[in-house]
């Protein structure tokens, strides 16, 4: 089992619709979660991070978070095309930081 | 801040020269971090450092791999001899603490091909 799970997409969704990315955990004991975002060619960015159930908003970015389920997840809303791009996962246990595979979304016009 | 330096950005090389990667972390971070990334194994964590000692190896994947940090404002990645499933993006990244609301920014990357 991969310590951080991710559907590899690709997820197509129109301009203005709400996208939704889903990354799952194994390891219970994990502290933190992250989403970056990478466009081809380029290194990751962050877009946000949570550590308490629940939700977090930042724009149009809501992070969710479900630790008895191990489960975490980013919504979009208003997807613009600039929104095109690889969403990775990241989730920290003590110092290190471990990705999932990242999710591949298209948004079109 | 310029934010964190790789170099070279493109390194072309044959099978079994010896490659040095580069990294200028944030200054006054203190955790350092070693990617690799492919598309068949996303991003993988080598190695990171705090404080310029080495704390976790264990994704290394071989002997031929090697990372040092002298001080703390340079780090090396070296690979020698170098093979062709080493092809991979090499990323560098640093971070203020870890955890809890401390992300890691990254370099640029550099894009190693062997042939």
């Known amino acids: 089992q991969k310590e951080v799970e991710q559907n590899s997409g690709p997820l197509s969704v129109p301009e203005g619709a709400i996208a939704s990315l889903n990354c799952t955990y194994s390891?219970?004991?994990?502290?933190?979660f992250f989403w970056y975002r990478q466009y081809s060619g380029k290194s990751p960015e962050l877009i946000m991070f949570?550590?308490?159930?629940g939700d977090k908003e930042d724009g149009r970015f809501t992070a969710q978070l479900n630790k008895a389920s191990q489960y975490v997840s980013l919504l979009i809303r208003d997807s613009q095309p600039s929104d095109s791009a690889t969403y990775l996962c990241?989730?920290?246990?003590?110092?290190?930081?471990?990705f999932g595979a990242g999710t591949r979304l298209t948004v079109k016009p | 801040d310029a934010g964190v330096i790789q170099s070279p950005r493109h390194e072309v090389t044959e099978m079994g020269q010896e490659v040095t990667l580069r990294c200028k972390p944030i200054?006054?971070?203190?955790?350092l971090f070693w990617y690799r990334q492919t598309m068949m194994r996303g991003l993988e964590l080598l190695i990171y450092?705090?404080?310029?000692?080495?704390?976790?190896d264990s994704g290394m994947p071989e002997d031929r791999f090697s990372a040092k940090m002298p001080n703390a404002s340079f780090s090396t990645l070296k690979i020698q001899p170098s093979e062709p499933r080493d092809s991979a993006v090499y990323f560098c990244?640093?971070?203020?603490?870890?955890?809890?609301?401390?992300?890691?920014?990254f370099g640029n990357g550099t894009r190693l091909t062997v042939t």
């Open positions: 200054s006054g971070h203190d955790y």
């Open positions: 949570i550590y308490s159930n």
């Open positions: 450092f705090n404080n310029n000692v080495p704390i976790d």
């Open positions: 990244a640093s971070s203020l603490a870890t955890g809890v609301n401390s992300p890691l920014h």
């Open positions: 390891d219970r004991g994990s502290q933190s």
């Open positions: 990241a989730v920290t246990k003590n110092n290190d930081m471990r």
